[in-house]
């Protein structure tokens, strides 16, 4: 994990992805993301390995960085879940060259519940294992990985806009989601 003052001049170098932590400030850093997801951003951050890096800031630094990010051209939707902190942002650009309306990221919304742990795991661990992957990509891997728990509510949670490359994900949201359609699945007779 790389620790640092500014998101500006962040180079990709020889790694697949950025994620960019972003909250507004220290009280937010040690309170809004529950110790199980910080657990899980820490593991990620090790196993990734040389393919990603995750990129925080120092604690007085959390919300100049995010600054940094919302100086870029993201749309006004975009911009409002932005806001909505914490978050986690993947991008395949060096940071200052890095433009929403051009190239492809994710924004992971890490609301802090302990269920979101385990949903955000399962994304992570599927991003570990397919970065080392040249011929995989994450941004589609990450589509994909929501769709597979057939979620009804996935409009909801997932944000693609045509002719923008960008996905936005509500893990809270997709939690609740999947728990309401396992419920359901149970209670049809389809469940375990």
Same mark, same amino acid.
């Given at each position: ?54 990129? =925080? ?9 995010? !600054?940094?990010?919302?100086? *870029? +051209?993201?749309?006004? &939707? $975009? ?65 994909? =990985? ?9 409009? !909801?949670?997932?944000?693609? *806009? +045509?002719?923008?490359? &960008? $996905? ?25």
């Amino acid at each position: 994990m790389l620790i640092t003052h500014s998101y500006i001049g962040t180079t990709r170098g020889n790694v697949r992805c950025l994620f960019f932590l972003l909250h507004e400030d220290y009280i937010e850093a040690q309170s809004g993301l529950s110790s199980k997801v910080r657990q899980e951003i820490e593991r990620f951050a090790r196993n990734m390995k040389g393919f990603g890096a995750v990129v =925080a800031p120092f604690a007085g630094d959390a919300e100049k960085t995010r !600054q940094h990010v919302l100086d *870029k +051209p993201w749309t006004t &939707g $975009v911009r409002d879940r932005i806001h909505r902190t914490p978050a986690m942002l993947m991008i395949d650009q060096d940071f200052d060259q890095f433009d929403p309306r051009i190239h492809r990221y994710v924004i992971l919304h890490l609301d802090g519940e302990e269920g979101d742990a385990e949903l955000f795991r399962s994304l992570l661990q599927k991003l570990v294992e397919a970065l080392p992957n040249l011929n995989s990509d994450p941004f589609k891997l990450i589509s994909d =990985a929501i769709r597979e728990h057939e979620v009804a509510e996935a409009t !909801q949670m997932i944000e693609l *806009k +045509p002719g923008v490359f &960008g $996905v936005s994900i509500d893990l809270k949201l997709a939690w609740k989601s999947l728990k309401k359609f396992l419920r359901e699945r149970k209670s049809s007779g389809y469940g375990a």
